[in-house]
């Protein structure tokens, strides 16, 4: 079968620097993707990974690591803004759609 | 900026109704997806499209039914709704298997 977990609630400070773990079991592996959904609106794209190491995009990296199944976004310098849900969500070739883990709430406290 | 737009933010309909949810996309991708998502399950692929009058089931088809008759149009039809039903509705679209999909702001769907 196939598998993503993300812990479900995380909290950190302003200014802060934060991880948010997701692994995976699939077969067919072809890429991750991490995802950005404020409270009430829509998921927005923040990075895809299908080669291991790390992409970083300002404040945002995503890492992945093929051989383990692993995935992480870390946000530096926290705003209050980047309190949302982030999603990941795993690309396989054989059926070539996104299977998305439940997501990991993040709120960021003053 | 790509631009999915849901045709109603909130809508309330009554068991057994046949509903339709419309989303349409001006940027002439050619993949186009619904989701549902429920809280503690995440985002569940009920139907996609990679073309113009082509579906294909995702992960939990039972109950819905899409229709592809233009590029930028992918409407989701409940033939029958129920309580079950009652969900948050997500559109997207890419423009290929490799891209990013973009999200419209969703329909929060309640079935009485």
């Known amino acids: 079968g196939q598998n993503i977990d993300q812990p479900t609630e995380m909290t950190a400070t302003e200014g802060a620097i934060v991880q948010i773990n997701c692994t995976y079991q699939t077969s067919g592996f072809n890429g991750l993707f991490w995802y950005q959904q404020h409270a009430g609106e829509a998921p927005t794209f923040l990075s895809y990974?299908?080669?291991?190491g790390l992409e970083e995009k300002g404040r945002f990296s995503s890492f992945l690591s093929r051989s383990k199944g692993y995935s992480y976004l870390l946000l530096k310098e926290l705003q209050m803004k980047d309190s949302a849900s982030y999603l990941c969500a795993v690309r396989t070739y054989n059926t070539d759609k996104l299977i998305f883990g439940t997501g990991t709430r993040l709120q960021v406290f003053p | 900026d790509v631009k999915v737009t849901q045709s109603s933010r909130y809508l309330v309909k009554r068991t057994g109704e046949k509903v339709f949810l419309e989303c349409v996309q001006d940027m002439d991708h050619e993949n186009m997806f619904w989701y549902r998502q429920d809280p503690g399950l995440g985002l569940r692929l009920i139907y996609f499209?990679?073309?113009?009058?082509?579906?294909e089931k995702g992960d939990i088809p039972e109950g819905y039914s899409v229709s592809r008759e233009k590029k930028e149009r992918f409407s989701l039809i409940l033939e029958s709704a129920s309580t079950n039903q009652t969900s948050m509705y997500l559109c997207?679209?890419?423009?290929?298997?490799?891209?990013?999909?973009?999200f419209g702001d969703g329909t929060r769907l309640s079935i009485l």
């Open positions: 499209s990679y073309d113009v009058k082509m579906k």
């Open positions: 990974n299908v080669l291991d």
């Open positions: 997207a679209s890419s423009p290929d298997r490799d891209q990013p999909q973009h």
